[in-house]
C-alpha cells in the first residue's frame, strides 16, 4: 500500500513538470513568442496586412476574437492559444504601429 501511494506520487510530480515544461516552451508558430511575426507569417497568405492595419483601434478583442475565428475558418492554422495571443495583441497595438502597419 505504501508503495503504491509512493508511485502515485512520483508519477503525479512527473505529469506536474511535464504540463509546466509545456507551458513554457510553447511558443506560437512564426516567431519566438513574438506576436507581429506570428501575426506576419499567419495573416499575410490571403490578403496584405493593410485589412488589419486599417481595423487597430477599432476592433476590441471581442471582435478581434470573431474576426481570428472567422479566419480560422477561411483555413489559418492556429492554435486556440495563438489565437488568444493574437486577439490580445492586435486589440491592443496602437492605430499605426509596426509591423501591422507597413
Ligand atoms: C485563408 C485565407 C486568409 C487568411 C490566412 C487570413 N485571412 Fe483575413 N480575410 C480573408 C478573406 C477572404 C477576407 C475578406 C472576406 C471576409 O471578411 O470574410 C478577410 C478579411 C479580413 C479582415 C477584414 C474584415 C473584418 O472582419 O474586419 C480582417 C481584419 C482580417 N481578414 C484579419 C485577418 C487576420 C488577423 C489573419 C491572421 C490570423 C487573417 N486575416 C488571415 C482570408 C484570410
Not at 503504491?4 to 512527473?14: C, E
Not at 485589412?51 to 492556429?78: F, H, Y
Amino acid at each position: 500500500m505504501k508503495t503504491s501511494i509512493g508511485l502515485f506520487l512520483v508519477i503525479f510530480f512527473f505529469a506536474v513538470a511535464i504540463g509546466v515544461s509545456n507551458a513554457f516552451s510553447q511558443t506560437p508558430a512564426g516567431g519566438q513568442g513574438d506576436p507581429g511575426s506570428l501575426v506576419m507569417k499567419a495573416c499575410t497568405k490571403c490578403h496584405n496586412t493593410k485589412r488589419i492595419c486599417t481595423n487597430l483601434g477599432n476592433k476590441s478583442a471581442e471582435q478581434w476574437d470573431i474576426t481570428i475565428t472567422r479566419m480560422m475558418g477561411k483555413g489559418v492554422p492556429l492554435e486556440e492559444a495563438q489565437k488568444q495571443t493574437l486577439r490580445d495583441y492586435l486589440a491592443d497595438l496602437a492605430p499605426g504601429s509596426a509591423p501591422v502597419c507597413p
